[in-house]
């Protein structure tokens, strides 16, 4: 999971994935490398998860070589996944259902010294956030008009969904 040889940049944001609108790093090397945490908690709605499960998916078919490193969690991690592009398609399984907290997927981050360019949280936004902020950007996709306390926050719109 080696990132040594790319350049990733949150400024500009990569124009290729931006009408979705979420915005995922430059990358001027050859991988891009982040975490995706899917919040599984009973507050999320089928739609909604069809929806998260639809922008992983685009971020695989906007870069060739890419590694996602798919968290599910709801109060706890259920799943952690990862996924190149070697792999057809993201994980369809949901586990959790819950109640939530958004600080086991930055646990696993550190405890398994992912190297990331950033972590990308798809959620409704309702659950305890992490004390600190990590040294990776982290993108909140609200499906909510709530705002994180650090990172960039960007409204998923729920029209966006496809049945």
């Keep these: 999971f080696s990132s040594a040889m790319n ?18 790093p430059s990358v001027t090397g050859d991988e891009i490398n982040v975490a995706v945490a899917v919040d599984t908690s ?5 739609d ?7 922008e992983i998916k685009g971020i695989t078919e906007q870069f060739s070589n890419y590694t996602i490193h798919v968290i599910q969690c709801d109060a706890k991690v259920h799943g952690y996944h990862v996924l190149t592009n070697m792999d057809s398609d993201p ?15 930055f646990e696993l981050v550190e405890k398994e010294d992912l190297s990331i360019s950033c972590m990308v949280y798809l959620t409704d936004g309702w659950g305890p956030f992490p004390a600190q902020e990590p040294k990776y950007p982290t993108i909140w996709c609200m499906t909510t008009d709530k705002v994180a306390p650090f990172g960039e926050t960007i409204r998923l719109e729920r029209e966006t969904v496809s049945t």
């Excluded at 369809?92 to 109640?99: A, F, K, L, S, Y």
Aim: net charge positive.
């Design 7 to 24: 350049n990733y940049r949150l400024t500009p944001p990569n124009k290729r994935y931006l009408w979705m609108p979420i915005y995922l």
């Design 42 to 46: 009973g507050s999320i709605s089928d």
């Design 48 to 54: 909604e998860l069809r929806m998260f499960l639809s």
């Design 91 to 105: 994980p369809t399984r949901i586990v959790g259902r819950g109640g939530t907290d958004f600080r086991p997927p």
